[in-house]
Structures are given as C-alpha cells and as structure tokens.
C-alpha cells in the first residue's frame, strides 16, 4: 500500500509540475512578451516568478522523493522506471541552478533588469523561456 500512496504521490506532483511548466512557456511567457512596457514585464516576472518558483520546486522534490520512495518499497520488476522518474526530476534540479538560476537572479534583482534597456529585458525573458522550456520537456 505505501508502494502504490508513493507512486500516486509522484505522478500527481509530476503531472501537475509538467502541466504548470508547459502553461508558463505556452501562456505566461507569451502574455508577459506582449505587454507594453519593458518596465511592466519585469514587474511581472518579479510578481509571479516567486511563487512558480516556491510550487515547482515544491512539487519536483515531491515527486523525485516519492518516486524514490515507491522504486525502494515496490517489489515489481520493473520498480526500475521508478528510480528512471526520480533521477529526471533531480535533472530539473540541476538544470534549474546551472541554467535558469543566474537568469532568475539577474530578472529579480530589483530595478536592474529595468535600467538595461528594452532589448536586455526582451532576449533575457526569451532566454529564459527557452531554458524553462528544456525542463519543462
């Protein structure tokens, strides 16, 4: 039984953190892109990104525990796939604080972003939205 609550668990968490990283590339990105003032989308990317970044996180380690946590209890041939779902999410991990995290920094850091100028603001979103993106796949 606590195999199966693991496995639940992780699939939930996984389902919900891709579902929520493919509305940020495919909707938040494109709306925030469109607005119109640079000024506004840093105001937005430093309004929302704190909160995404407090429920993906959330819901990625859920998941790589969980996931973990069912391969250990399951006793199925193939609990490998289990262990396989868990390392994915640490992947997203890793990429988070290599790739986006030096982005993230440098879009949070207050009116920054703000005095770089239009085309800084515009291809640092963009660069991030592509980042996001490899994790979200």
Request: charged residues 20%; aromatic residues 10%; proline residues 3%.
């Amino acid at each position: 039984a606590a195999s199966l609550c693991a496995k639940i668990a992780s699939t939930l968490a996984t389902n919900t953190l891709f579902g929520a990283s493919l509305y940020i590339n495919l909707v938040d990105t494109p709306a925030r892109l469109s607005l119109s003032s640079t000024s506004t989308m840093v105001d937005y990317f430093q309004a929302a990104f704190p909160r995404a970044e407090t429920m993906q996180s959330r819901l990625a380690g859920i998941s790589s525990l969980s996931a973990a946590i069912g391969w250990y209890l399951d006793t199925d041939e193939n609990k490998k796939l289990l262990l396989s779902a868990s390392v994915c999410m640490l992947f997203n991990l890793t990429w988070t604080k290599i790739t986006l995290k030096p982005i993230n920094h440098q879009l949070m850091d207050g009116n920054y972003p703000k005095q770089k100028g239009d085309t800084w603001v515009t291809d640092n979103l963009r660069r991030w939205d592509r980042a996001h993106f490899v994790r979200t796949m």
